[in-house]
């Protein structure tokens, strides 16, 4: 059956043809569901959405915890060793009555290798987090052989010395000798009154 649009009366709905009921009921019902989508079941499946995305995040964090829960035991374990290692390291650094001790040791381990020092000049400290670097100029004369048992001998005291800058040249008017020049590095642990201090003046610069 054909619907002429012009023919309803639309203050008698009841007496429409079935067929044009049900298109109206339809669209009716077609209008309600969108209205309720647009205000009301779109925020909710935006919610939804950040509400997944958040549980995502939430399950890799939990799962990060998880196995740093499992491996506390060793990590407690690693870190003690740390420790231990760091204090170790920390005793071998001198203090300020042991540095001009250390200065002694390393100017002697280079005669006792035979060479003839022509520069030992210790430099003016800098300062790191809880320590000090203790930088020494040294130009010395001798041969190779000499040199790697000057290096070796600073290698083997017991404080902490390390080598930097290491140049070797050839002396002018010296039958097969040699010069080396290098920047030899010692350290010093700050004590707590340096500590502070430093951490005081720190402080103050940031302000």
């Known amino acids: 059956m054909n619907l002429d649009i012009n023919e309803l009366d639309l203050t008698n709905v009841a007496r429409w043809p079935a067929a044009a009921r049900a298109v109206v009921i339809l669209f009716l019902m077609g209008g309600v569901i969108f209205l309720g989508y647009w205000f009301h079941t779109k925020d909710q499946l935006a919610d939804l959405v950040r509400v997944e995305e958040k549980e995502v995040g939430l399950k890799v964090i939990f799962e990060t915890k998880a196995k ?29 009555t042991e540095v001009a001790d250390l200065l002694v040791d390393v100017s002697q381990t280079g005669l006792a290798s035979g ?6 000049q210790p430099r003016g400290e800098v300062p790191r987090e809880f320590y000090a670097e203790l930088p020494i100029s040294i130009q010395v004369i001798g041969n190779y052989h000499e040199f790697g048992e000057f290096v070796s001998g600073v290698a083997a005291l017991p404080r902490i010395v390390t080598v930097h800058n290491v140049s070797i040249g050839k002396v002018a008017k010296g039958k097969g000798l040699l010069k080396m020049s290098m920047t030899a590095k010692t350290y010093r642990y700050l004590d707590e009154e340096e500590t502070a201090s430093k951490a005081k003046k720190k402080k103050g610069g940031r302000k």
Request: proline content about 3%; glycine content about 2%.
């Open 68 to 96: 740093q829960a499992v491996n506390l035991e060793a990590y407690e374990k690693q870190l003690e060793e740390m420790r231990e290692s760091f204090g170790a390291m920390l005793r071998q650094l001198p203090n300020k």
């Open 115 to 120: 060479l003839e020092f022509k520069l030992f």
